[in-house]
């Protein structure tokens, strides 16, 4: 282990919890100056960064894979390889973690033919290869190797394609995959509403009427848009959105809306949940101090597994499911959207903006 005691990343690397854990990390050997991953030059870390992987993937990369650069080389596996001919230097940004003896010692500004490299292309491919983790996390030894490089390869070549075609007059260009367009993947919820409400209606012809003039997934999606906008009105009450006197009226009249809502569907959810009559007892009206932000709706998932299918209506737990996974998809979405709007605001206040630009 490193002697700098201005540096703890090596040490919180060496004492994490591995058990049960084939690698904990990833190491690379790449160009400083050209930034590429040398061929050969990533290793597993079974724990920590310790001196025989990165000795292994320096062996490994072919430019001193060759029997004549290892002439001078010690046999011990832990080598001190500052003794042979190599010189060792820290990257210009992480240079500051270490003391001054460091700093002084393994600058890059003091070595001959550096010229104006950083060192820190050692970082940039994190910046897409560290997703590949929660991809990988679980996968075997075997798997994960496979995996790994697939992915890498197969981005480096969705990249590569899409990029020729748009070099191509535009009449001549086929049809690829954009590596910059957002993924989507899923229906919408006003696609699955439409497909559950498709459903009712075709059981309606063969002669299954649902229990109320209002259908399953109307009564569903009710609940869900009231739980909505209970929890947005609960939002600007915590955020004290309603100080003056017109926004404490319109918060009464929120209220007064939510609380009218509750009571139309209370009716409809003893036909379709009559398991909850008694919770629903329970909570007949809002107590003094329970405001309609607060006043339980009582969904499928809300009741206890072991007897949630006995008391609800057939089908109505998976239509609860269904267009929840539907919401938290358009949720995602609309995250990533949003992301992707304050990623380019920042990026053009930092180039436009005056006192803002490098």
């Known amino acids: 282990m490193s002697t700098c005691t201005g ?13 049960g854990y084939a690698t904990t990390g990833v190491g690379l050997g790449v160009c400083a100056h050209h930034k590429f991953i040398q061929k050969n030059g990533a290793v597993d870390l079974q724990k920590g960064e310790r001196y025989a992987n990165m000795d292994y993937a320096y062996a490994s990369i072919p430019p001193t894979s060759r029997p004549e650069a290892h002439e001078g080389l010690p046999s011990l596996v832990r080598c001190d390889l500052s003794k042979q001919d190599v010189r060792f230097v820290i990257p210009k940004l992480h240079i500051y973690g270490h003391q001054l003896l460091c700093q002084l010692k393994f600058s890059l500004n003091w070595l001959r033919g550096a010229g104006r490299t950083d060192g820190e292309g050692i970082e940039r491919p994190w910046a897409h290869l560290s997703p590949i983790a929660t991809s990988t996390r679980d996968m075997g030894p075997d798997e994960f190797t496979a995996g790994r490089g697939s992915i890498t390869e197969s981005w480096e070549r969705m990249i590569r394609n899409w990029e020729e075609q748009q070099e191509k007059p535009e ?32 059981q309606a012809k063969e002669g299954n009427f649902s229990l109320h003039n209002v259908g399953p997934t109307a009564f569903m999606t009710q609940l869900l848009e009231l739980e909505e906008q209970q929890r947005a009105l609960k939002m600007g009450v915590e955020a004290k959105s309603f100080e003056t006197a017109t926004q404490k009226t319109q918060l009464a009249e929120k209220r007064t809306k939510i609380m009218r809502l509750i009571g139309k569907i209370r009716s409809v959810q003893a036909v379709y949940m009559p398991g909850a009559l008694r919770v629903l007892q329970q909570h007949e009206g809002p107590t003094k101090d329970e405001h309609a932000e607060e006043v339980p709706l009582i969904l499928p998932s809300d009741i206890p597994s072991h007897i949630r299918l006995s008391v609800c209506h057939t089908g109505l737990p998976r239509l609860e499911e269904e267009l929840r996974e539907a919401q938290l998809r358009g949720s995602l979405m609309s995250l990533r959207t949003h992301l992707h709007m304050k990623s380019r605001l920042l990026t053009y206040r930092t180039t436009n903006v005056k006192a803002q630009g490098m």
């Open 171 to 202: 009449g001549e260009r086929e049809e690829v995959a954009n590596p910059y367009e957002m993924p989507h993947s899923g229906m919408s919820e006003a696609e699955v509403r439409l497909r559950l409400t498709e459903e009712e209606a075709a």
């Open 7 to 19: 540096l703890a990343a090596l040490d919180h690397a060496n004492t994490k919890f591995s058990r």
